[in-house]
């Protein structure tokens, strides 16, 4: 937890200035600045530091392979081009997971000040307090959230399947932030959840607080066969969610 609320005091210093070292991956309108590579480097270097046997996988390169059985799963800035349009809706997402999966996650949005927490079977928290999903079990009247890809096709298949998706719920919503989706459902705000592609930093976190603030989470194909997403609701809404939209 610490070290997710001092990176984002980093953040907030770059957040306030203009955007330096833009710089676009996977395609022209996904992009990375200096905000997401300074972040990173001090969350890695912090876990260097403090846990030198585990393993990291971290969104903007840094990686090592684990040697005590438990790796960090970092997305130093997610929600990066709501960060440079200025739009105050990103947060940091760390995850630690063994060969079980998740162990203990955190997501912070500095700008709300709102720190999402879990532990394997211990539960999920909103600032220390602990936090439960929708118990909505209408799909009609649920409101979804969901995210959009950077790849022109994928993101094609995404507008069919909203489309599909949009007469049999309340309303969809789009954060520009997967994590802050996956920790807005866990507490309740969110009846559901549904995104693909979506890579393991994206999840990592927010997978974890949504089991563990009583949610049900499976695997979403991902369109062009790229890195499968989730469907996650309540017990109650899940299954009519995903039928929906797999």
């Not at 630690?96 to 999402?116: C, H, Q, T, W």
Request: charged content about 25%; overall charge negative.
């Amino acid at each position: 937890m610490v070290a997710a609320t001092q990176a984002s005091d980093i953040l907030l210093d770059y957040f306030e200035g203009p955007a330096r070292g833009v710089d676009t991956k996977s395609s022209p309108t996904d992009l990375v600045s200096d905000a997401d590579r300074v972040a990173e480097k001090f969350l890695v270097d912090f876990i260097r530091h403090e846990r030198p046997e585990d393993g990291i996988l971290a969104e903007e390169g840094a990686g090592r392979p684990s040697r005590s059985g438990l790796t960090w799963v970092v997305d130093p800035l997610d929600g990066t081009v709501n960060f440079l349009f200025g739009i105050p809706v990103w947060c940091v997402s760390v995850a630690i997971e063994d060969d079980r999966g998740g162990v203990a996650g955190v997501i912070y949005n500095p700008n709300s000040e709102e720190l999402f927490a879990a532990e394997r079977d211990r539960g999920a928290t909103l600032n220390g307090e602990g936090i439960h999903v929708s118990d909505r079990a209408d799909l009609a009247s649920a409101l979804i959230g969901t995210g959009f890809s950077y790849d022109s096709e994928a993101r094609s298949q995404q507008a069919a399947l909203l489309r599909r998706v949009l007469p049999h719920v309340r309303d969809v919503r789009r954060a520009g932030s997967a994590a802050i989706d996956l920790a807005t459902l866990a507490c309740g705000r969110f009846d559901g959840f549904y995104e693909a592609p979506m890579e393991a930093w994206d999840k990592a976190a927010g997978v974890l607080i949504v089991t563990e603030a009583g949610g049900v989470v499976s695997e979403l194909p991902a369109p062009k066969g790229l890195s499968p997403g989730v469907v996650a609701a309540g017990p109650a809404l899940h299954d009519a969610l995903r039928a929906l939209v797999v």
